[in-house]
């Protein structure tokens, strides 16, 4: 092989390995589905940070490919929660991506030192089954255990008349709650 | 003479009525059980002690990081603790609730729910990383490994001794993510069946998905297991080695429209009815199973998320724990009743729970 291939070979290769490692290093895009109904919460109810108002949400799972059922497809009920926290609100569902338990806000100083070593500087939800460990300043992103991912999000459309409103959830939790 | 005589002819009175009572008396009580409930409180690193008679949290033990399955044999005066993060397994006197020791002899990636043999020699320890470890009790050494895949998690052990059925978890991203210390990670569909006495593999029972956890008729001739995807349980003929019934919980529309998983069994009312949990819906269900398939007698709201259950000795009581709620909840079998409830402190978790007989005194103590 002459120089200049080997140069040209050595290039494509350099080329490929970027792409590829842009491409891991790139979050994939969230895909939300709609609710049913759009959930309303009263703003004043979330006026304090770290005090989450539990909501339930309806959506329809559809699944796709070899065996999927009618056009309705699957209903789905999601347990949610809204918070402040504290700059922003955030939704979050609290069925665990693991094991599909439920997880609780931990806001305690003391069960929070416990759980991340000393090194939480904000509340953490965590799966009382089996202790996996959510970031509740971060939307819900994967901190430990088992768990495979972060909490699903769901979509917050806006504030309108004092009240917000919830009106998407992430795709993936669909066949997971 | 007359005077000395007095004393002496009433203590002799005195001796012969007591003497008398003595042998009216009904013969002496046998030395007394003591029926309690060990639960691992996970979050805290203790294992708990519950006094059944009374429905107290007695003590609290320190045990390894992370405490989960228990074991103890049919002597009742020793359980064995597993510590998923720890990596140990802990040995606990059950007569005087104290630790004799701990064994850190390389139980892989974290120990989970094993099984004793009735003798109590040999400690069938799953590990996360897909094998069954055989600890012998005497030697205090591995003296077997028993491959299965999956995830080594739950382990029933036939109330004879002669086998021990083991019991993978399929698993998901999440448990993958653990070291598989070079096994391939695998998505078992089989009960294993070991000769619990040759440590050998002699058998699998085919269950069409990943298995959870299980437990076994007093009779050892009817395994009832949880298995992923089914609200329910199926029922196995241990001697056939197959699936003959399978059992399912009745939920409502609602219920439907929530994911949930059923986890957690045990037998009760002499055989005649088997309880299982439903995690998701905070539910528990009782069947009997005399019938095929078995039919559901009753169902009962319990509190956050069950995990665990298991009987009294004399299988009259049972009892569920619900580790995001951190209670334990005693119902009577007969009555289908709550009979009382514990709360141990937020955020300690109460996972796996083991009742045990424990003698009261060493001397009754048969190995």
Redesign the interface.
């Known amino acids: 092989m002459s120089a200049r291939r080997r140069f040209l070979a050595a290039g494509l290769a350099l080329v490929g390995l970027s792409r590829r490692m842009l491409a891991q290093m790139t979050p994939s895009p969230v895909i939300y589905a709609p609710l049913t109904r759009a959930v309303e919460v009263p703003l004043t109810a979330v006026a304090i940070p770290w005090h989450p108002v539990p909501f339930v949400a309806e959506a329809r799972f559809q699944p796709t490919g070899a065996g999927a059922s009618g056009a309705a497809g699957r209903r789905v009920l999601i347990s949610g929660v809204l918070f402040r926290a504290p700059e922003a609100l955030s939704a979050l569902c609290i069925t665990c991506p693991h094991e599909q338990c439920q997880v609780d806000l931990v806001t305690d100083e003391e069960r929070l030192a416990h759980m991340a070593a000393g090194k939480a500087a904000s509340p953490l939800f965590e799966c009382g089954c089996h202790s996996s460990v959510f970031d509740a300043a971060a939307d819900g992103a994967r901190v430990s255990g088992e768990t495979p991912r972060g909490l699903y999000r769901f979509r917050i459309a806006g504030i309108r008349e004092g009240m917000v409103e919830i009106n998407e959830i992430e795709k993936a939790a669909l066949s997971e709650v | 003479m007359k005077r000395r005589l007095v004393p002496l002819v009433s203590t002799v009175s005195c001796l012969a009525a007591v003497a008398s009572l003595v042998a009216q008396a009904p013969p002496a009580a046998p030395p007394s059980i003591q029926e309690k409930l060990y639960i691992s409180l996970?979050?805290t690193d203790n294992l708990a002690v519950v006094d059944l008679k009374t429905f107290k949290h007695v003590k609290t033990l320190k045990v390894g990081m992370?405490p989960h399955g228990q074991a103890s044999p049919a002597s009742q005066d020793k359980l064995y603790v597993a510590a998923e993060i720890g990596g140990t397994v802990t040995l606990i006197d059950t007569i005087r609730d104290q630790v004799i020791k701990t064994f850190d002899v390389g139980f892989g990636v974290e120990p989970q729910n094993g099984a004793i043999t009735p003798d109590g020699r040999f400690l069938y320890q799953p590990s996360y990383a897909g094998y069954w470890q055989v600890f012998d009790t005497q030697k205090e050494q591995i003296v077997e490994y028993i491959h299965t895949l999956g995830i080594g998690h739950n382990t029933v052990m036939a109330p004879d001794g002669r086998f021990v059925y083991l019991l993978p978890i399929a698993g998901?991203?999440?448990?993958f993510?653990r070291e598989s210390l070079g096994l391939p990670r695998t998505q078992p569909t089989d009960v294993t069946v070991v000769d619990a006495r040759a440590h050998k593999v002699v058998g699998t029972i085919p269950v069409g998905t990943g298995p959870r956890p299980g437990t076994i008729s007093p009779d050892g001739q009817r395994l009832y297991m949880n298995v992923d995807d089914l609200m329910g349980f199926l029922v196995i003929d241990t001697a056939a080695r197959k699936v003959i019934s399978k059992a399912t919980f009745t939920l409502t529309?609602?219920e439907q429209?929530?994911?949930?998983?059923s986890h957690g069994i045990a037998v009760a009312n002499g055989g005649k009815e088997v309880w299982s949990n439903d995690?998701?819906h905070n539910l528990t269900f009782a069947f009997d199973v005399t019938v095929t398939p078995p039919k559901q007698i009753a169902r009962f709201p319990v509190g956050?998320?069950p995990?665990w259950i298991v009987p009294s000795k004399d299988g009259k009581t049972i009892y569920v724990n619900c580790?995001?709620?951190d209670e334990l909840i005693a119902f009577d079998v007969l009555t289908k009743k709550e009979k009382a409830r514990i709360q141990f402190p937020?955020?300690s978790?109460p996972?796996r729970m083991l009742t045990v007989a424990a003698p009261a005194s060493p001397q009754r103590t048969a190995r």
Do not use: N
């Open positions: 996970e979050s992370h998901g991203p999440g448990h993510a529309a609602d429209a929530v994911r949930s998983r995690v998701v956050r998320q995990y580790p995001s709620s937020k955020g978790h996972t």
